[in-house]
């Protein structure tokens, strides 16, 4: 199993971005898909996650700016970045909670990060 990330790059503060990520391979179930991000000296924290019946969830920071979206066919998340703001720049990292075929537990996975400068 393996997670694709794209879509990240530069853009100016106000701006717009989307990032996908595809989980390929052997995939029974899929339990969460979510972004985390991390910027130079900081932890990596949380921006949004996707769960089973579709239910989001959000850091405080992005509410209202950021939209997360699944498409369960093509086992692909979204996350549509709008109003981007200078401190929005990190390195995202797509994230899933899935089981693979063959195995009886659900397994975290990673994908490879894209970066994010918002930059004027």
């Known amino acids: 199993v393996q997670l694709q990330a794209s879509g990240g790059g530069l853009v100016q503060p106000g701006g717009s971005l989307r990032l996908s990520c595809t989980a390929s391979g052997s995939i029974y179930d899929i339990n969460t898909m979510g972004w985390y991000r991390q910027a130079p000296g900081n932890q990596r924290e949380l921006v949004a996650r996707?769960?089973?019946?579709?239910?989001?969830t959000y850091v405080d920071s992005v509410k209202g700016r950021f939209t997360i979206s699944r498409d369960h066919a093509k086992n692909m998340v979204y996350l549509q970045m709008n109003s981007l703001k200078p401190e929005d720049t990190a390195v995202y990292l797509c994230?899933?909670?899935?089981?693979?075929?063959?195995?009886?537990?659900?397994?975290?996975?990673w994908g490879q990060g894209t970066l994010v400068t918002v930059s004027s």
């Open positions: 996707v769960r089973s019946g579709d239910i989001t």
């Open positions: 994230n899933a909670n899935l089981r693979p075929q063959g195995y009886y537990y659900p397994l975290e996975f």
